[in-house]
């Protein structure tokens, strides 16, 4: 049962450009919505995060979209570079979750050309 | 400091052999995480333990066993283990309630059954 759809699974961007990854949920009660960045062979590591109650929120090149209606939030990576070059997972955690579960999508594999 | 260790980095055990993955973490967070994760897929909870007790367990073969001794450290013993169950073993850590919902993750133990 998959409760949050990652899209695309794979993503080519050039130096510069932007990247935008999207991610749809499929059930109202969620409480954040982070976005995670793995390179390979390390652990993810938390890149930025965004409540329900905001519809935007931007750290340096990295900004989350949120539509609450839509069910739909997104990342953009401005003047993406090289060293952007990871797999992005989004995730969700319910509302009232006091184990923090994360369910994650099935993730985006970018590759930043020079 | 928002770090989490784990050892060994690497592991090859052959079925018959009884191993133990270790994770620490000093950010005085209460809930601690066991995470698997095969190659090009998302992470998949296993186990969560909240206030040193476990919570959560997704319904994981016995072969695996969480310890949480106290609120900085968390093992998982292993046993008798098949190949499929070779990947990377993730740890987490988060704050529990609050809203606080951010996890942050080790660098994983790289896990190859023979």
């Known amino acids: 049962q998959q409760q949050v759809k990652q899209s695309p699974q794979s993503l080519i961007v050039q130096k510069g450009g932007i990247s935008i990854i999207n991610c749809a949920y499929e059930n109202t009660a969620f409480d954040y919505f982070p976005w995670y960045q793995q390179f390979p062979g390390k652990g993810p590591a938390l890149l930025i995060a965004i409540r329900p109650d905001v519809s935007e929120k931007k750290e340096g090149r990295f900004t989350i979209s949120f539509n609450k209606s839509a069910k739909q939030f997104s990342l953009h990576i401005m003047d993406s570079q090289p060293g952007d070059s990871a797999t992005y997972f989004c995730a969700v955690v319910p509302t009232g979750n006091a184990g923090n579960m994360l369910t994650f999508g099935g993730g985006t594999r970018l590759m930043v050309k020079p | ?114």
Not at chain 2, 2 to 31: D, F, I, W, Y
Not at chain 2, 44 to 52: G, H
């Open chain 2, 1 to 114: 400091d928002t770090e989490v260790t784990q050892t060994p980095k690497h592991l090859v055990m052959g079925m018959t052999n009884k191993k133990s993955l270790k994770c620490e973490q000093h950010m005085g967070h209460r809930a601690m995480y066991w995470y698997k994760q095969k190659a090009k897929k998302p992470p998949e909870l296993m186990f969560v333990y909240s206030y040193e007790k476990l919570s959560i367990n997704e319904s994981v073969p016995s072969r695996f066993s969480p310890e949480c001794p106290n609120s900085s450290l968390l093992n998982l013993h292993l046993h008798a283990l098949q190949p499929e169950d070779s990947a990377l073993y993730l740890c987490a850590s988060s704050q529990v309630g609050g809203g606080l919902y951010e996890q942050y993750f080790g660098p994983g133990t790289r896990l190859t059954v023979t």
